[in-house]
C-alpha cells in the first residue's frame, strides 16, 4: 500500500465532529475551516501522544488514534510477542513470536495508514527521564500492570509545576487517560494531575493480590504459593543462592529468570514435602497474570481513545472522571467522579493513620498493611523514630528478628509515625503512617 499519499476522503468523518459545533462541545471549541484547519493541523502535527502498552489493550489504543488523525504517536512496551498474544493483539502475525511488541506494532500502522509515525521504544517506562515525558500533549496508558500505572501515574504529578503563589501552571499538566480490563469488566478514567484525583486515590478500588503472612512464609510453608513467595522475597535476596542474574534486576518477563525462580521455589517445596509447584504456577504469582478478551480490549481502548480526542479537540466535554464497563450479563456502564483521598501518598497530605493493636508484633503489623487494598504493598521497608524496624536488601537479615516483637517492644509509642517504602510506590515516595492503638 502507498502510505506516501493520503486517501480521498480519509478524514471525513473526524471532519464532521471538527467543522461544525455541537450542544456538548467546549465553549472555547472554535470549528475548522479551509483557511484555518486549526485543529487537524493540531492533531496531525502537533500533538504528539504516548501510549504506554502495546499488548491487547495497545493495539487497539494504536490502531484507533491513528484513524482519529494523530501521526505523532510513541510507543512504550519492554516485552516480546507470544504465541498466545495472536488471539487478541490483531497487529501481530506468525512470523513477529518472539519479536518487540512495540516495533512490531509500530512498523504495522506505518505502514498501512497515511503519514502516521508511531515510534517504538523496547524498555521500561522508568527508563525514561523526565524531559522525555514532557514533550507529550497526553499519555494514554493500557498497562496490565498496578505497579506501572501507579509510577507513570506519580511522575505526572511530579511533572506539575507549582508556581510561589501556589498556583498550578497550566502548560505543565500532562493528562492521564488510562485503561484497564479484566475478563469481561473494564474501566477507563482521565487523571488531571494535581486537579482531580490520581491513580493511586482509587488504588483501594483494585483488590490486593493475595498476599501470605510473612512468618508463614519464611518458617512454615504448607502450599505451593509459599513456597514460590519465598523465593521471591527471600531467595532473590539470599547472596549463598547462585543466580545467573543480578537480583536486583529480577524481570518476570526474563524466560531465564523465571525458570531460577521456579527452581529456587520446587527445592524449598521438596524441602518441606509440598507438592504442586509448577512453571505455570510461578508464573501466576509473580505476574499475577489475569484473563484478557478481544471485545472488553475493544470497548476501553474505544473509550479512552475518545477522551484523548476530546481533550485535544475541545469537541466535547472530558471525562469526570471515571467510567466502569461490565460485559459479564449483558452490557452496563456508569460513570462517577472520584475524589482526591485526604492523605494520599503522591497528591494529597502523605500522612495516614493506621489503627492497630498494642499486642500485636511487627508481623502482624507488615501483614495487615500489605493485605490493605488502600496500599497495596508488595516488599515495604520500615523505619521509625531514626531505627530500622525492617528493611529490605542488604539490611534484610539484621532486622528480621524484629518479626517477633511487638510495636510497643519496638520502641513505637502512640502518634508515632513509621515511614514506609515500597518498590510499589512511584518514584522516591514514602507513606507516613501515624500509630493509634486500640487497646
Known amino acids: 500500500m502507498d502510505t506516501s499519499v493520503d486517501l480521498p476522503g480519509r478524514w471525513i468523518d473526524i471532519e464532521k465532529i471538527i467543522k461544525r459545533t455541537g450542544p456538548f462541545a467546549s465553549p472555547s471549541f472554535e470549528p475548522d475551516t479551509k483557511a484555518s484547519p486549526n485543529i487537524m493541523n493540531g492533531l496531525q502535527n502537533d500533538y504528539k501522544v504516548l501510549v504506554i502498552g502495546a499488548g491487547g489493550l495497545g493495539c487497539e489504543i494504536l490502531k484507533n488514534l491513528a484513524l482519529s488523525g494523530f501521526r505523532n504517536i510513541d510507543v512504550i512496551d519492554m516485552d516480546t510477542i507470544d504465541i498466545s498474544n495472536l488471539n487478541r493483539q490483531f497487529l501481530f502475525r506468525r512470523k513477529d513470536v518472539g519479536k518487540s511488541k512495540a516495533e512490531v506494532a509500530a512498523a504495522f500502522i506505518n505502514s498501512r495508514i497515511t503519514g502516521c509515525n508511531v515510534t517504538p521504544h523496547k524498555c521500561r517506562i522508568q527508563d525514561k527521564d523526565e524531559d522525555y515525558y514532557r514533550q507529550f500533549k497526553i499519555v494514554i496508558a493500557g498497562l496490565d500492570s498496578i505497579e506501572a500505572r501507579r509510577w507513570i501515574n506519580g511522575l505526572l504529578v511530579n511533572l506539575v509545576v507549582v508556581n510561589d503563589s501556589g498556583d498550578i501552571e497550566p502548560d505543565t499538566i500532562i493528562p492521564l487517560v488510562d485503561g484497564g480490563t479484566e475478563g469481561f469488566k473494564g474501566q477507563a478514567r482521565v487523571i488531571l494531575p494535581k486537579i482531580s484525583s490520581c491513580f493511586e486515590c482509587s488504588l483501594d478500588a483494585f483488590p490486593p493480590q493475595v498476599s501470605y503472612a510473612i512468618c508463614t512464609i519464611a518458617n512454615t510453608p504448607r502450599v505451593p504459593e509459599h513456597c514460590i513467595q519465598w523465593a521471591l522475597l527471600f531467595g532473590l535476596q539470599d547472596a549463598t543462592l547462585e543466580k545467573p542474574f543480578d537480583p536486583k534486576q529480577f524481570d518476570n518477563d526474563n524466560p531465564d529468570h523465571m525458570n531460577w525462580l521456579f527452581e529456587c521455589a520446587k527445592k524449598r517445596a521438596e524441602k518441606f514435602n509440598i507438592n504442586g509447584v509448577t512453571y505455570k504456577l510461578t508464573q501466576g504469582v509473580a505476574k499475577n497474570i489475569i484473563p484478557a478478551i478481544a471485545s472488553t480490549n475493544a470497548i476501553i481502548a474505544a473509550a479512552c481513545c475518545n477522551e484523548v480526542f476530546k481533550f485535544c479537540t475541545d469537541?466535547?466535554?472530558?471525562?469526570?472522571?471515571?467510567?466502569?464497563?461490565?460485559?459479564?450479563?449483558?452490557?452496563?456502564?456508569?460513570?462517577?467522579?472520584?475524589?482526591?483521598?485526604?492523605?494520599?501518598?503522591?497528591?494529597?497530605?502523605?500522612?495516614?493513620?493506621?489503627?492497630?493493636?498494642?499486642?500485636?508484633?511487627?508481623?502482624?503489623?507488615?501483614?495487615?498493611?500489605t493485605t490493605d487494598s488502600r496500599f497495596q504493598f508488595k516488599k515495604p521497608s520500615l523505619r521509625s523514630n531514626g531505627r530500622n524496624l525492617y528493611m529490605q536488601g542488604l539490611l534484610h537479615q539484621s532486622t528480621v528478628p524484629n518479626l517477633e516483637k511487638t510495636l510497643s517492644e519496638l520502641n513505637v509509642q502512640e502518634d508515632d509515625e513509621i515511614t514506609i517504602t515500597d518498590p510499589a510506590l512511584p518514584g522516591n515516595l514514602a507513606v507516613r503512617m501515624r500509630i493509634k492503638y486500640t487497646s
Do not use: P, Q, R
Open 315 to 369: 469537541s466535547s466535554g472530558y471525562l469526570n472522571n471515571y467510567m466502569m464497563y461490565n460485559g459479564l450479563n449483558g452490557v452496563y456502564t456508569f460513570t462517577f467522579e472520584y475524589e482526591i483521598k485526604e492523605g494520599c501518598a503522591v497528591c494529597g497530605t502523605n500522612l495516614v493513620t493506621f489503627e492497630i493493636d498494642k499486642s500485636n508484633t511487627l508481623s502482624t503489623f507488615l501483614e495487615k498493611i
